[in-house]
């Protein structure tokens, strides 16, 4: 193992599978002479050329769909977009063309395509640069959406994902770029299965169900809250679906307490899902209401004060763990 | 439909015997949609069949071909049985795409027809991909694009375009213009005087191609593909056609005069090629009739095909969602 940054992760995961795999290919914007608007394609046009390192113009519809297309036909597309928040203009890409092929062509067409990038609210980029897609495209039935939170996971999950034989979304997260953690050494072949949480750090007294963002407060929260005596399991969701049902009952029939930490929003959100097949499946080892931290129900605030009152934090959570703790 | 060599053609009586089964099954799926068998949507070719039989005539086999929602007719000119045509259009498992898609989402893998695909400009951005496919692997194939004249005011016709134009890619981007998106003419909803000057926007070139008339579809298409197989470059036909029907079943057509119809009619592209090939002595009334009379009992013979085929089974409804079976 060493350590390597989260943007290093990811770039290690795009030039292993570039390299095993000749009908794989990166496309995007900036993905080649520029190395990525935050530098995850460094090297790559270098070391594969540019028929496999594709700039594009501005053009998500169309390159997504320029992807969907390959797809058809057996090439193995990994479309950048420079935020997820610009995936919303290639959204009729994305959602009706990618996960639909498959049934409306009747099982002829699989779309063996991955579209990764960050994803997620940043640091004061107004209403239009924050989204958070998870929930709205989880909800698309041949879809499956993950978010990796460590650069291990990054690595590991992005590999999986090009290797999927359907549309896979990583969102990346865009906060955790320059986050360090220990990876296999790249002679090790590291790969993570789609639809497997983790739990982050074991504890007994209440399960915080995190992803992506949420995971680092999450473990952050933890520590804190040993310092009070109580002991919380940090579960990291990993994928948002397939969802890890098993994982999260599991910590759940341990605890009997849940706090879910999203970085979407409230309304029909990631947690409201989780939420459901707690109470749904294990009703009986639920000892409090289930709580949920989420972004504020509002458009993204650029004014830095007001970002910091709309995004879920170590006092939001604190305080749902206290609660449903009863402490 | 057999393979062609390098500088053969496809042999004109089989062509128009082509248009005459789509002509056919157009009829039939009117017939049959009115009487409640057919589902959802359904837009009928009828008066467009020689663009489809003319630009598929001009390419191999292993060409890739992707249309609009208007596709029943480039299913068949593709060699899609008329069975598992007309299956599909009663929801049956024996049908095209499993009866999971319909009329408007007709596919056949193994005779490369991508698709049939409804939302009007979306497939345009998935033939560019297709193309795309043929460049980096380095083969001598070509991407025909079929679309309506209603699409190419959607931003992913013009993304896609410039994206060929980019890449130089191998692509024919046809468009089907009957004069009408659903009810509004092209008067009303482009600023164009004519489609083909979209083209020149994106520095490729475009040609005006009659579409009554199969020879002329065929040839220019034939020369057009010609030349990208020399040099890899995106081309753009405009086909000027006429659909008979409504835009789709539930549309009277009461937005054009019983007089432009008319018109058009008396340029029929089947009865056309039938007076072209009659004139030099290729055909005779009488193969003719017969060719029509096969055509008709291919058709009828497709409608008990789909009544006797079962539905698909509610078990596998959850299995032609993940290529890999998953269930979240």
Do not use: W
């Amino acid at each position: 193992m060493r350590e390597i940054t989260y943007r290093q992760a990811l770039n290690e995961a795009l030039a292993e599978e570039l390299e095993r795999d000749p009908n794989v290919f990166l496309m995007g914007e900036e993905v080649a002479e520029y190395h990525g608007a935050y530098k995850v394609s460094q090297g790559l046009l270098e070391r594969f050329g540019p028929r496999r390192i594709i700039d594009t113009p501005i053009s998500e519809n169309g390159f997504a769909g320029l992807g969907v297309g390959a797809a058809m036909v057996g090439l193995r597309p990994i479309i950048e977009f420079m935020t997820f928040s610009f995936s919303l203009v290639a959204f009729d890409q994305v959602v009706n063309n990618a996960p639909n092929m498959f049934t409306m062509s009747g099982g002829q067409f699989n779309i063996p395509i991955t579209f990764r990038g960050p994803n997620g609210p940043a640091h004061q980029l107004g209403a239009t640069h924050s989204h958070a897609t998870e929930n709205f495209y989880a909800s698309v039935p041949g879809l499956k959406v993950c978010t990796p939170a460590t650069p291990r996971d990054a690595k590991g999950l992005l590999k999986t994902a090009v290797r999927d034989n359907n549309p896979v979304l990583v969102l990346e997260a865009e906060l955790l770029y320059s986050s360090k953690g220990m990876v296999e050494p790249p002679d090790e072949e590291l790969l993570i299965p789609l639809g497997k949480a983790e739990v982050k750090r074991e504890g007994s007294d209440v399960s915080v169900i995190c992803y992506a963002q949420t995971v680092p407060l999450a473990l952050k929260v933890a520590a804190q809250l040993e310092e009070e005596d109580i002991s919380a399991e940090i579960v990291d969701l990993r994928s948002i679906k397939p969802l890890d049902e098993k994982a999260i009952f599991d910590s759940v029939a341990k605890t009997h307490r849940v706090v879910i930490v999203e970085q979407d929003h409230p309304f029909c959100g990631v947690g409201a899902e989780v939420c459901y097949r707690i109470q749904r499946n294990i009703f009986d080892e639920i000892d409090a209401p289930i709580l949920r931290v989420s972004q504020e129900d509002v458009p993204m605030p650029y004014n830095e004060r007001l970002e910091k009152a709309v995004l879920p934090n170590a006092d939001k959570l604190l305080a749902a763990v206290k609660q449903v703790c009863y402490a | 439909m057999t393979a062609m060599q390098p500088g053969e053609q496809r042999d004109e009586v089989e062509m128009l015997s082509l248009m005459l089964l789509i002509r056919r099954f157009e009829e039939r799926a009117s017939q049959q949609y009115q009487a409640q068998k057919v589902g959802g949507f359904c837009h009928l070719y009828i008066g467009q069949e020689a663009v489809v039989a003319g630009a598929v005539a001009a390419v191999r086999d292993d060409d890739y071909i992707i249309t609009a929602y208007r596709d029943h007719a480039h299913a068949l000119a593709r060699g899609t049985s008329a069975n598992a045509c007309m299956a599909e259009l009663f929801g049956k498992e024996t049908g095209c795409s499993r009866g999971l898609g319909g009329s408007m989402h007709f596919f056949n893998r193994q005779n490369h027809m991508y698709g049939g695909h409804a939302i009007v400009g979306a497939h345009v951005p998935l033939a560019v991909g297709l193309a795309f496919a043929i460049k980096y692997r380095d083969e001598d194939r070509v991407t025909l694009c079929f679309f309506g004249d209603g699409a190419i005011n959607q931003g992913s016709f013009h993304e896609a375009l410039n994206l060929a134009a980019l890449y130089k890619l191998p692509i024919v981007f046809i468009c089907e213009n009957n004069l009408f998106a659903m009810g509004t003419s092209v008067k009303r909803s482009t600023s164009l005087k004519q489609i083909v000057d979209r083209a020149e926007g994106y520095d490729i070139p475009g040609e005006i191609v009659d579409g009554m008339n199969f020879r002329e579809v065929r040839d220019k298409v034939a020369e057009i593909v010609d030349s990208i197989r020399k040099e890899s470059h995106p081309a753009f036909v405009e086909v000027r056609t006429y659909r008979y029907r409504g835009h789709s079943m539930s549309d009277p057509a009461s937005y054009r005069t019983k007089l432009e119809l008319e018109k058009y009619r008396l340029d029929d592209p089947i009865t056309r090629l039938r007076a072209q090939l009659t004139r030099e002595g290729k055909l005779t009334n009488e193969q003719f009739d017969l060719l029509d009379k096969r055509s008709k009992e291919m058709v009828l013979a497709s409608v008990k095909f789909a009544e006797a085929s079962p539905q698909p089974p509610i078990e596998k409804l959850h299995d032609f969602t993940y290529a890999d079976g998953a269930k979240p």
